[in-house]
Antibody
Framework: EVQLLESGGGLVQPGGSLRLSCAAS????????ISWVRQAPGKGLEWVSM????????YYADSVKGRFTVSRDNSKNTAYLQMNSLRAEDTAVYYC?????????WGQGTLVTVSS | IVMTQTPLSSPVTLGQPASISCRSS???????????LTWLHQRPGQPPRLLIY???NRYSGVPDRFSGSGAGTDFTLKISRVEAEDVGVYYC?????????FGQGTRLEIK
């Protein structure tokens, strides 16, 4: 069974940093792109970033470009989202999902709260 | 690409059909010939789950009362007979072009 498990969320002050992890199991990890998608409280889904299976192709939403960095370690079956210069509007549940055109597996999400 | 869903809320009687429309601001036909239009369903407190991919392909385990159709910029998700477990929010999303974008979501509720 394919599983994704996010971790690393928490409470952080504005301007602070967090690194989220997305640990995968049950799949050939390096074959699949991983996307990060967030959902602010009571709001809809917002795509954040995607990294290709080999890590060579990376994309960001304009809202996080220059502040967030996506990466992956295929030897550890894990993807990461380094979030710097966090703002209140980054408060959300962050999900990782597998694939691009066929997002058939999602993690349970990790909550990031940016507040003083 | 802006994705616009209608309606934003849909009260439906159990056993009756439901339909959600999704319109994109540009064609979703990729240069590889595929149209990366996906439908997701999210129940409260749960992550989204995949229902339909590439317009009309039902994902494994999705009941056949769900169907997707459309082309180019206009797409529709239909539920032939709504069941209680179908409540929640439905999102269309496109992955043809970056940034990947989502519709606003349509909340399906039982009358």
């Amino acid at each position: 069974e394919v599983q994704l498990l996010e971790s690393g969320g928490g409470l952080v002050q504005p301007g602070g940093s967090l690194r989220l992890s997305c640990a995968a199991s049950g799949l050939t990890f390096n074959k699949y792109a991983i996307s990060w998608v967030r959902q602010a409280p009571g709001k809809g889904l917002e795509w954040v970033s995607m990294i290709s299976g080999n890590g060579e192709n990376i994309y960001y939403a304009d809202s996080v470009k220059g502040r967030f960095t996506v990466s992956r370690d295929n030897s550890k079956n894990t993807a990461y989202l380094q979030m710097n210069s966090l703002r209140a509007e980054d408060t959300a549940v962050y999900y990782c999902s597998k694939g691009r055109g066929l997002p058939d597996c999602w993690g349970q999400g990790t909550l990031v709260t940016v507040s003083s | 690409i802006v994705m616009t869903q209608t309606p934003l809320s849909s009260p439906v009687t159990l056993g009756q059909p439901a339909s959600i429309s999704c319109r994109s601001s540009e064609s979703l036909v990729h240069s590889d010939g595929n149209t990366y239009l996906t439908w997701l369903h999210q129940r409260p407190g749960q992550p989204p789950r995949l229902l339909i991919y590439k317009i009309s392909n039902r994902y494994s385990g999705v009941p056949d009362r769900f169907s997707g159709s459309g082309a180019g910029t206009d797409f529709t998700l239909k539920i032939s007979r709504v069941e209680a477990e179908d409540v929640g929010v439905y999102y269309c999303t496109q992955a043809t072009q970056f940034p990947i974008t989502f519709g606003q979501g349509t909340r399906l509720e039982i009358k």
